[in-house]
Nanobody, 122 residues
Framework: QVQLVESGGGLVQAGGSLRLSCAAS????????MGWYRQAPGKQRELVAV???????NYADSVKGRFTISRDNAKNTVYLHMNSLKPEDTAVYFC????????????????WGQGTQVTVSS
């Protein structure tokens, strides 16, 4: 009943920049937390950055100072602006949203996007 559509992935050279976006649609009353995770080949999925509707943010140590997460609450969209990209940033990036689908906060669950590939060349 909720879909997350990601865009912005692609190929970029080391030191370059890229912006990912993720728009949520469907049965949505409100969205508290939205964020980005990534998974490289042979590695576990890890948190990249998250943000709340109130503007709080949290980043993985590996991306602090290089990545910036932001959101547009009116559009139910979250962005990840990635600067100074490194080859080790290469991974499939997944959007995640904690969605409340009814008036009471009890009615909520987490949704995932399909993932978008980010490849950083040396």
């Amino acid at each position: 009943q909720v879909q997350l559509v990601e865009s912005g992935g692609g190929l970029v050279q080391a030191g370059g920049s890229l912006r990912l976006s993720c728009a949520a649609s469907g049965r949505i009353y409100s969205i508290n937390v939205m964020g980005w995770y990534r998974q490289a080949p042979g590695k576990q999925r890890e948190l990249v950055a998250v943000t709340t509707s109130g503007g709080s943010t949290n980043y993985a140590d590996s991306v602090k100072g290089r990545f910036t997460i932001s959101r547009d609450n009116a559009k139910n969209t979250v962005y990840l602006h990635m600067n100074s990209l490194k080859p080790e940033d290469t991974a499939v990036y997944f959007c995640n949203a904690d969605v409340q689908y009814y008036t009471d906060s009890y009615y909520r669950r987490s949704y995932w996007g399909q993932g978008t590939q980010v490849t950083v060349s040396s």
